[in-house]
């Protein structure tokens, strides 16, 4: 999840958006009808992937309504994020020696589904990654809240700060990785090109090396406001019962994914004041955790990418720009 650039176009006075992410060795970009993905092959050579996005938006109206919206960006963006996620690793390492099943189950499972078992890790490796993130950022902090002896209504206030500490310990822990830094270096080089965009500015190298590789519309500072929203709901909203809180976590997902979105992206992003500021700040002290300046050639990637999405437009950018923000 990341950041969007606005412009408008000739036949609509409704903004057009761009944002992306970081993935393996490469950088995903999306607009209004796909989006592309430039990856950096062992050889050197850059390998460009493009595809369209769902329509399912303008086949059924509802989805832009109101707090639905949210939950339709939300599930768009882990779709096409997992999607590129898995290609781009296969590009990164299109070539290199795969390692020979050593024990009897590996051959075991070689044997049983063939071409077909680097599907089916991917996708238990896509629900394990559902699982933990339900597990570690949801159900636990709300499990250990339970635990403190407080008033039903400050139950909230301490699981909303279990879970933020929680939250910044992860990515720090993870940070630690150097396989992970690379990550972070193309998350900095997909800022860096967005924001040189916004400005208006030339996507040249010069131009995208110098600008901020930190962005108030950054996936991070979204999953921030989750995180305030989802407190302030669970202090209103209060239930006894460890299995309880379990089954309203879970089930309310949908509400606050549907009210972050609207209070990060359709407020916030659209809006430059000391309130706005505020809430994004502690978003912007994270990215300096979650980006890292990227090198000549990560740049060329982020920007190969967000052409090609520009590409796709057909239609070169108002000048003017301002920003907009999905999820």
Known sequence: MAETAKTTTAKAAEPVYYGGQAVMEGVMMRGTKGYAMAVRKPNGEIAMIEKP??????RYPFL?????????ALCSSMAVGFTSLSLSADIAFEGLEEEEPESRFEKWLFEKFGDKLNGIIKGLAMVFAVVLALGLFMLLPAFLGGLVPVRPALTGVIEGFLRIAIFVTY?????????????????????????????????????VAASNRLHKRCGTSFMLV??????????????EGVWMRFASRILLLPLIAGLSYEVSVKWAGRRDNFLVRAIIFPGMLMQKMTTAE?????????????????????EEPAKGLEGEQKP
């Open 53 to 58: 996005l769902s329509t399912l938006t303008k």
């Open 64 to 72: 832009k309504w109101p707090l639905i919206r949210g939950v339709t």
């Open 171 to 207: 990515v720090f822990v993870i940070s630690r990785s150097q396989d992970i830094q690379r990550v972070f270096q193309y998350h900095g080089a997909e800022h860096k090109a967005i924001n040189c965009f916004e400005s208006n500015l030339p996507l040249t190298h010069e131009n």
């Open 226 to 239: 989750v995180m305030v929203i989802t407190m302030i709901l669970f202090m209103i909203i209060q239930v």
């Open 294 to 314: 990227p090198d000549e050639k990560q740049i060329e990637i982020a920007v190969t990418a967000l052409e090609k999405v520009l590409e796709q437009e057909k």
